[in-house]
C-alpha cells in the first residue's frame, strides 16, 4: 500500500492531496449553506440519550428549523444549555410571553419525570426562545447517527477512519 504512494510523482501526489482538501472543504460548504438555509447553528443533530424515547430513540438523526420562532406546547425543540457544548432534544411543555414580551419556554424530555429546570443554567428557570433555542425538530431518520455516536465514544476509531479516507484518496488512481 505504502509502495503504490512512494510511487506517484510529486505532481500526482499534489493532486490527490488537492482533491482530499476538495472532498473536506465541499463538506464543510455544505453544511455552513444549510446553517444559513435553516437559521441554525447546527441544522442536523443526534439524539445522544434516552430521554425523548418513545418518539425518539439513541442514535436518530434530527432536522432542525430556527426560522419560526413562534414555538408551540407540544414543539420538539433542540437546545444549548448557557456555557455547556451539548445540544439536548426535549419537548415543549410551557411557554411564557410573546410578542412584545421575550417568548420563554419549559421543556421536558418524554421520558423523563420531571422538567428540564435542573439541567438549565445556574440562576435561569427558563430557555429563552431567541437566545437557547438551536431550532425546531422538522425531521429524522432512525439510527443513522449512532456513526457519530461510536465515533465520540471510541475516538480511536475516528482516527481509524480519518486515515482510510485520506489513504483511499491518496492512493486512488485516475
Given at each position: 500500500?505504502?509502495?503504490?504512494?512512494?510511487?506517484?510523482?510529486?505532481?500526482?501526489?499534489?493532486?490527490?492531496?488537492?482533491n482530499f482538501a476538495l472532498v473536506l472543504s465541499t463538506a464543510f460548504m455544505l453544511w455552513k449553506g444549510l446553517?444559513?438555509?435553516?437559521?441554525?447553528?447546527?441544522p442536523i443533530v443526534v439524539v445522544l440519550s434516552g430521554s425523548m424515547e418513545?418518539?425518539?430513540?439513541?442514535?436518530?438523526?434530527?432536522?432542525?428549523?430556527n426560522r419560526g420562532l413562534d414555538t408551540q406546547v407540544g414543539e420538539i425543540v433542540v437546545y444549548n444549555v448557557r456555557g455547556k457544548d451539548i445540544p439536548i432534544v426535549h419537548?415543549?411543555?410551557?411557554?411564557?410571553?410573546?410578542g412584545a414580551a421575550p417568548l420563554q419556554l419549559l421543556t421536558k424530555g418524554d421520558n423523563?419525570?420531571?422538567d428540564d429546570t435542573e439541567l438549565y443554567?445556574?440562576?435561569?428557570?427558563?430557555l429563552d426562545r431567541q437566545k437557547d433555542v438551536v431550532g425546531s425538530v422538522v425531521g429524522f431518520v432512525p439510527f443513522v447517527g449512532y456513526v457519530t455516536i461510536l465515533l465520540s465514544e471510541y475516538p480511536w476509531l475516528k482516527?481509524?477512519?480519518?486515515?482510510?479516507?485520506?489513504?483511499?484518496?491518496?492512493?486512488?488512481?485516475e
Open positions: 500500500m505504502f509502495s503504490s504512494l512512494a510511487s506517484l510523482q510529486p505532481r500526482q501526489l499534489a493532486a490527490q492531496v488537492l446553517s444559513v438555509f435553516t437559521n441554525s447553528s447546527s418513545p418518539a425518539f430513540e439513541r442514535g436518530d438523526l434530527l432536522f432542525l428549523w419537548r415543549v411543555i410551557r411557554r411564557f410571553g410573546g423523563n419525570a420531571a443554567a445556574r440562576g435561569q428557570s427558563y482516527t481509524a477512519m480519518l486515515g482510510f479516507m485520506a489513504l483511499t484518496v491518496v492512493l486512488q488512481r
